[in-house]
């Protein structure tokens, strides 16, 4: 079974340039995440979809922060326009989330952003 | 709000030693506890979890108990391998949201 995958795996870019992120889950999760890891420290969620649902998104920097998750199967994140701060690792994980029950997430890459 | 405060690193053991990080947790309700792993490069990997109290969660010779009296969750593991280097995360996750707070990670390090 493939696993959560990501694209790209690195990105460079000049400050107040956009960026976007690509996630495709393990197929048949309905419930997709993004996260936020700073070197040194653990994910912070940005973001939770459950199909095409943004359930929650209130850690996402609503003025430069964007996702989207069109058919319920591949996000998007996007930043647009790119601060020095967001130089971090974007990772995306998805799970099988059925009604009362915690599923366990699982994984991608991740993408590592750096903004000059 | 929830947290995970787990032992700082480096740690840096030789090949067959006893392991253990430490992990103790805050939260309401009764969460779900996870160690992942993170390898140099990769994403990470769930290691081990527990759902409930006194549960002991094992994987790859790791081992953590649910422990709610001293909301504790330590990773143990009898004798590392080289190939134990990397970062491990302890982790929760509670009530209906299914977010999942982490602690900082705890960079381990395995000489020959």
């Known amino acids: 079974e493939a696993g959560v995958v990501q694209s790209p795996r690195y990105k460079i870019i000049e400050k107040k340039q956009p960026v976007a992120f690509w996630c495709n889950p393990i197929?048949?999760?309905?419930?997709l995440y993004w996260y936020l890891q700073n070197l040194g420290q653990g994910p912070e969620l940005l973001i939770r979809y459950e199909n095409e649902e943004a359930v929650d998104d209130s850690q996402l920097p609503k003025d430069r922060f964007s996702a989207e998750r069109l058919k319920g199967v591949d996000s998007t994140l996007k930043i647009q326009p790119a601060e020095l701060g967001d130089s971090a690792v974007y990772l995306c994980a998805s799970s099988l989330s059925l009604a009362g029950q915690q599923e366990t997430q699982y994984f991608g890459p991740g993408t590592r952003l750096l903004v000059l | 709000g929830d947290s995970v405060t787990q032992m700082e690193g480096p740690v840096t053991l030789s090949e067959e030693a006893f392991l253990t990080i430490n992990c103790t947790y805050t939260a309401t309700g009764y969460p779900s506890l996870f160690w992942y792993v993170q390898y140099p490069g990769e994403g990470l990997q769930l290691l081990l979890k527990?759902?409930?109290?006194?549960d002991k969660g094992s994987n790859k010779g790791f081992e953590a108990t649910y422990r709610k009296e001293t909301t504790s969750f330590h990773l143990e593991k009898g004798s590392v391998q080289v190939s134990d280097s990397a970062v491990y995360f302890c982790?929760?996750?509670?009530?209906?949201?299914?977010?999942?707070?982490f602690g900082k990670g705890t960079l381990l390090t395995v000489n020959p």
């Open positions: 197929s048949g999760h309905n419930t």
């Open positions: 982790a929760l996750s509670g009530g209906s949201n299914y977010k999942l707070t």
């Open positions: 527990a759902t409930k109290a006194d």
